[in-house]
């Protein structure tokens, strides 16, 4: 039986709408009351993702099936199997391939997953192998039945069913861990909305004036130009007292 595995990841789309004039309405004044002190909001955890209790258990039953599939493919006698001795040769090399991947490649991919705490990306890589063992382990269940004894049979087919019990088992839990990681989290308890009245303790009041509507634009006062002052007027003496004509300032002497 073979399974799928979607992991889909979330796009935030960001749009920027253009701000529509809208007569203005009348202002709402909200109260909202100072405190004292500042109060901050704690900051939401990033999101980690901890290993379950079911990721433990699927852990362990991966475990168990390999220990058991590692012992019964030893018991194999592919040798004496009703087949040719080509196909005998491939269905050998196949076991060997099975026994190193369970002995050699299972063993850190658990460690993998339980030293991240169970994180995505390690129990993608633990699913992915765990589905090439089962379709191997599968291909050699089904000759074992219908070449080898019946005895070599069974077992194996108990493993293939304990493997693939843990393989679903380890599909679900990263389906789950991958929505766990998309979903956004809660708003914080503390935050403070300023839509409505909170009384938050002592300390002075603030108005907020909630106005819709454009913002109006600021005009400049218009100022009248400040008039010249006129010249001061001269004196009647000065006047007299100033010639006209440079030739006038001396008078010419009567001649004798």
Same mark, same amino acid.
């Given at each position: 039986m073979k399974t799928t595995l979607a992991?889909?990841? *979330?796009?935030? &789309?960001?749009?920027? $709408?253009?701000?529509?004039?809208s007569p203005v309405a009348r202002p709402q004044t909200v109260a909202v009351s100072q405190p004292s002190q500042p109060v901050t909001s704690p900051q939401p955890p990033s999101p980690q993702l901890a290993a379950a209790p079911k990721l433990d258990a699927v852990l362990s039953q991966i475990q168990k099936a390999t220990l058991s599939m590692n012992s019964n493919l030893a018991k194999l006698r592919i040798e004496k199997w009703r087949t040719d001795p080509e196909q005998k040769a491939q269905l050998q090399k196949m076991a060997n391939s099975l026994q190193r991947n369970i002995t050699s490649a299972v063993p850190g *991919?658990?460690?993998?997953?339980?030293?991240?705490?169970?994180? &995505?990306?390690?129990?993608?890589?633990? /699913?992915? %192998?765990?589905?090439? &063992? /089962?379709? /191997? *382990? %599968?291909?050699?269940?089904? @000759?074992?039945?219908?070449?080898?004894?019946? #005895?070599?049979? #069974?077992?194996?087919? #108990?493993?293939?069913?304990?493997?693939?019990?843990?393989?679903? $088992?380890?599909? %679900? /839990?990263?389906?789950?861990? @991958?929505?766990? *990681?998309?979903?956004?989290?809660?708003?914080?308890? %503390?935050?403070?909305?300023?839509?409505? @009245?909170v009384a938050v303790g002592g300390g002075r009041k603030i108005i907020v004036e909630e106005v819709s509507g454009p913002v109006p634009k600021a005009t400049k006062k218009k100022t009248s130009a400040t008039p010249a002052k006129p010249a001061p007027a001269k004196s009647a003496a000065t006047a007299a007292a100033k010639p006209a004509h440079p030739s006038a300032a001396a008078p010419t002497p009567a001649p004798k």
């Open positions: 992991v889909t990841g *979330l796009l935030a &789309v960001l749009a920027a $709408g253009a701000t529509a004039q *991919l658990v460690s993998d997953v339980q030293s991240s705490r169970g994180s &995505v990306s390690s129990a993608f890589k633990l /699913y992915h %192998n765990m589905n090439v &063992v /089962y379709e /191997y *382990l %599968n291909s050699l269940t089904d @000759a074992a039945g219908s070449l080898g004894k019946r #005895e070599e049979y #069974e077992p194996l087919a #108990e493993d293939a069913a304990a493997l693939d019990s843990a393989r679903e $088992g380890l599909s %679900n /839990y990263i389906e789950q861990a @991958a929505v766990t *990681l998309e979903t956004p989290p809660a708003p914080s308890p %503390n935050a403070v909305s300023t839509a409505d @009245a």
